[in-house]
Every structure is written in C-alpha cells, then in structure tokens.
C-alpha cells in the first residue's frame, strides 16, 4: 500500500509541477502579448497625431493665402472702395460715358462781363 501511496505521490508531483510550468510559460506569453500590443498601440497613437497636426497646416496656410489676397485686393483698390461707400452703387448718379463734354465758350466778353465796361480790349 506504501507502495501505491508512494507512486501516487509521485504523479501527483509530476503533474504539479507540470502544471506550474505550463501557467509560467502561460503567464510569460501573457506579459509579452501585452507589451506588444501596448507598442502597437502607442505607434498607432504618434500616426494620429502626426496626421492631425499635418491636416491643421494646411488649413492655417490656406487660411493665410486667402487673407493674404483678400488684403493685397482691398490695399489695390482702396480708392474703388471708398467712392462706392461715400456714393453708393447707384447707376442714376455715376457719370455716363455716352453723355460727352461740353464745348466751353471761348468769347472772353461773354465769360467776363466786366471787361465790357472798360474801354480797352484786351489780347489774350
């Protein structure tokens, strides 16, 4: 019976210790799983934020070019821009082209009637 008991025993060791280095192995799989995917995790991370950052770039360069032009056409035009405020977009009070220029009259009597009263004639 010792002898059963003994063998028994002996099993029972061999399948404990068995099992203790099987949950070691299990347990060292375990932490290398989890370094990995905490590596993974954190490359996956950096790639987001480069991204992100790369995205606002090009929306505060684009942002400063239109401003940029949007300036450089008010600086241009400026003087436009005034006259349209002052006088408003009205098409009755713009000058027409088709309207032409007066002849100005050229008789100095006419335009100075003081020079009538006086005796002499000026040459001009």
Sequence with gaps: MNYIKNQEAEQMNYLGDHD???????????AKSQNER?????EVLYKLE???????????????????MATYLLYHNKQKIIA???EGKNSS??????????????NVTEVMPSLQQSSKDYTF
């Design 38 to 42: 905490k590596k993974e995790e954190a």
């Design 50 to 68: 480069e991204e992100s950052s790369s995205s606002h770039f090009l929306a505060y360069s684009l942002t400063a070019i239109v401003l940029i």
């Design 84 to 86: 349209i405020i002052i």
């Design 93 to 106: 009070s713009r000058r027409r082209r088709g309207d032409g220029y007066n002849k100005l009259n050229q």
């Design 20 to 30: 203790i280095k099987v949950q070691q192995q299990q347990q060292v799989e375990f």
